[in-house]
Protein backbone atom coordinates (compact mmCIF):
# COMPACT_ATOMS: atom_id res chain seq x y z
CA UNK A 1 0.00 0.00 0.00
CA UNK A 2 1.25 3.62 -0.92
CA UNK A 3 3.30 2.10 -3.36
CA UNK A 4 2.88 3.56 -7.00
CA UNK A 5 0.73 0.93 -8.96
CA UNK A 6 -1.60 1.07 -11.94
CA UNK A 7 -4.57 -0.93 -10.54
CA UNK A 8 -6.84 2.07 -10.09
CA UNK A 9 -9.38 0.78 -12.08
CA UNK A 10 -12.08 0.74 -8.72
CA UNK A 11 -10.74 3.30 -7.23
CA UNK A 12 -11.72 7.41 -7.18
CA UNK A 13 -8.51 9.48 -7.70
CA UNK A 14 -8.09 13.11 -6.12
CA UNK A 15 -5.33 15.42 -7.32
CA UNK A 16 -3.94 17.83 -4.63
CA UNK A 17 -1.67 20.66 -6.12
CA UNK A 18 1.45 21.15 -3.90
CA UNK A 19 0.71 23.37 -0.86
CA UNK A 20 -2.99 23.43 -1.01
CA UNK A 21 -3.36 20.91 2.13
CA UNK A 22 0.44 21.30 2.99
CA UNK A 23 3.81 20.53 1.07
CA UNK A 24 2.99 17.40 -1.05
CA UNK A 25 6.83 16.26 -0.25
CA UNK A 26 5.99 16.15 3.18
CA UNK A 27 2.98 14.11 2.72
CA UNK A 28 2.70 10.50 4.51
CA UNK A 29 -0.16 7.98 3.93
CA UNK A 30 -1.11 8.24 8.09
CA UNK A 31 -4.82 6.40 7.16
CA UNK A 32 -3.91 3.67 4.38
CA UNK A 33 -7.48 2.09 4.74
CA UNK A 34 -8.65 5.62 3.52
CA UNK A 35 -6.01 6.62 0.72
CA UNK A 36 -5.36 3.22 -0.51
CA UNK A 37 -2.55 4.28 -3.15
CA UNK A 38 -0.92 7.57 -4.10
CA UNK A 39 1.52 8.54 -6.87
CA UNK A 40 3.21 11.89 -7.76
CA UNK A 41 2.72 13.57 -10.87
CA UNK A 42 2.93 16.95 -12.32
CA UNK A 43 3.64 18.29 -9.43
CA UNK A 44 0.89 17.22 -8.12
CA UNK A 45 -0.32 14.61 -4.97
CA UNK A 46 -2.96 11.82 -6.53
CA UNK A 47 -4.60 9.53 -3.90
CA UNK A 48 -6.46 7.14 -4.66
CA UNK A 49 -9.42 6.32 -2.74
CA UNK A 50 -12.70 4.21 -3.13
CA UNK A 51 -15.76 6.41 -4.70
CA UNK A 52 -18.03 5.61 -1.66
CA UNK A 53 -15.22 6.97 0.82
CA UNK A 54 -15.32 10.38 -1.99
CA UNK A 55 -18.76 10.26 -1.31
CA UNK A 56 -18.71 10.22 2.16
CA UNK A 57 -15.85 12.82 2.40
CA UNK A 58 -18.57 15.38 0.55
CA UNK A 59 -21.63 14.69 2.73
CA UNK A 60 -18.97 14.97 5.84
CA UNK A 61 -18.60 18.63 4.85
CA UNK A 62 -22.06 19.24 3.91
CA UNK A 63 -22.89 17.90 7.33
CA UNK A 64 -20.51 20.31 9.11
CA UNK A 65 -21.71 23.66 7.33
CA UNK A 66 -25.07 22.30 8.43
CA UNK A 67 -23.68 22.00 12.16
CA UNK A 68 -22.63 25.42 11.82
CA UNK A 69 -25.48 26.83 10.42
CA UNK A 70 -27.91 25.55 12.78
CA UNK A 71 -25.65 26.76 15.78
CA UNK A 72 -25.81 30.03 14.46
CA UNK A 73 -29.61 30.03 14.08
CA UNK A 74 -29.89 28.53 17.56
CA UNK A 75 -27.94 31.69 18.37
CA UNK A 76 -26.95 30.73 21.89
CA UNK A 77 -23.81 28.28 21.81
CA UNK A 78 -20.65 30.83 22.80
CA UNK A 79 -18.07 29.40 19.92
CA UNK A 80 -20.84 30.88 16.90
CA UNK A 81 -22.52 34.18 18.93
CA UNK A 82 -20.83 36.66 17.24
CA UNK A 83 -22.52 35.11 13.61
CA UNK A 84 -25.11 36.22 12.39
CA UNK A 85 -25.42 34.98 8.77
CA UNK A 86 -23.58 32.66 7.18
CA UNK A 87 -24.03 32.59 3.12
CA UNK A 88 -21.81 30.44 0.79
CA UNK A 89 -21.98 29.71 -3.33
CA UNK A 90 -22.29 26.26 -4.72
CA UNK A 91 -18.57 25.26 -4.57
CA UNK A 92 -17.80 26.79 -1.63
CA UNK A 93 -15.33 29.37 -3.34
CA UNK A 94 -16.91 32.28 -1.35
CA UNK A 95 -17.74 32.25 1.62
CA UNK A 96 -19.85 35.00 3.56
CA UNK A 97 -20.14 35.89 7.56
CA UNK A 98 -22.41 38.53 8.77
CA UNK A 99 -21.00 39.32 12.13
CA UNK A 100 -21.66 41.63 15.02
CA UNK A 101 -18.31 42.91 14.38
CA UNK A 102 -17.55 43.96 17.95
CA UNK A 103 -18.42 40.20 19.47
CA UNK A 104 -16.31 39.14 16.27
CA UNK A 105 -13.37 41.31 16.88
CA UNK A 106 -13.00 39.76 20.88
CA UNK A 107 -13.59 36.55 19.65
CA UNK A 108 -10.77 34.56 19.75
CA UNK A 109 -12.22 31.58 18.15
CA UNK A 110 -13.05 33.64 15.13
CA UNK A 111 -9.75 32.72 13.46
CA UNK A 112 -10.29 29.13 14.27
CA UNK A 113 -13.50 28.10 13.29
CA UNK A 114 -12.67 30.34 9.63
CA UNK A 115 -9.43 28.02 9.48
CA UNK A 116 -11.38 24.76 9.71
CA UNK A 117 -14.46 25.57 7.53
CA UNK A 118 -11.78 26.89 5.06
CA UNK A 119 -9.78 23.38 4.99
CA UNK A 120 -12.68 21.68 5.00
CA UNK A 121 -13.98 23.70 2.18
CA UNK A 122 -10.80 23.11 0.20
CA UNK A 123 -11.09 19.09 1.16
CA UNK A 124 -14.92 19.45 -0.18
CA UNK A 125 -13.68 21.00 -3.75
CA UNK A 126 -10.80 18.35 -4.18
CA UNK A 127 -13.17 15.83 -3.11
CA UNK A 128 -15.84 17.47 -5.82
CA UNK A 129 -13.11 18.20 -8.07
CA UNK A 130 -14.35 21.46 -8.05
CA UNK A 131 -12.34 24.79 -8.89
CA UNK A 132 -9.47 24.97 -5.67
CA UNK A 133 -9.59 28.17 -3.79
CA UNK A 134 -11.96 30.41 -1.39
CA UNK A 135 -12.89 34.08 -0.36
CA UNK A 136 -13.90 34.88 2.81
CA UNK A 137 -15.84 38.13 3.47
CA UNK A 138 -17.04 39.49 6.57
CA UNK A 139 -20.03 41.76 6.60
CA UNK A 140 -20.52 43.94 9.64
CA UNK A 141 -24.39 43.13 10.33
CA UNK A 142 -25.33 46.75 11.95
CA UNK A 143 -23.50 48.83 9.28
CA UNK A 144 -24.07 46.24 6.27
CA UNK A 145 -20.97 46.51 4.87
CA UNK A 146 -17.92 44.80 4.43
CA UNK A 147 -14.75 45.15 6.62
CA UNK A 148 -12.83 42.12 6.09
CA UNK A 149 -11.72 39.99 2.98
CA UNK A 150 -9.61 36.99 2.78
CA UNK A 151 -8.27 34.77 -0.07
CA UNK A 152 -6.67 31.59 0.19
CA UNK A 153 -5.08 29.93 -2.54
CA UNK A 154 -6.34 32.18 -5.20
CA UNK A 155 -8.63 30.77 -8.49
CA UNK A 156 -7.17 29.72 -11.63
Known sequence: MGKPSNNHSNLSAIEIPDLVLGSI????NFDPELI????FRDGKLVIF????????????FRSTIEAFLY??????SPETEAYVEFRFDQNFTELHFSVNRTLFEQ??????????IVEDAL????????????????NDAEMNEIFLTRSYLQKK
Open 25 to 28: KNFR
Open 36 to 39: LDYQ
Open 49 to 60: ISEIDRMESIQE
Open 71 to 76: EIERGV
Open 107 to 116: DVSAKMIELS
Open 123 to 138: KYQLSSRKPIGVTVYY
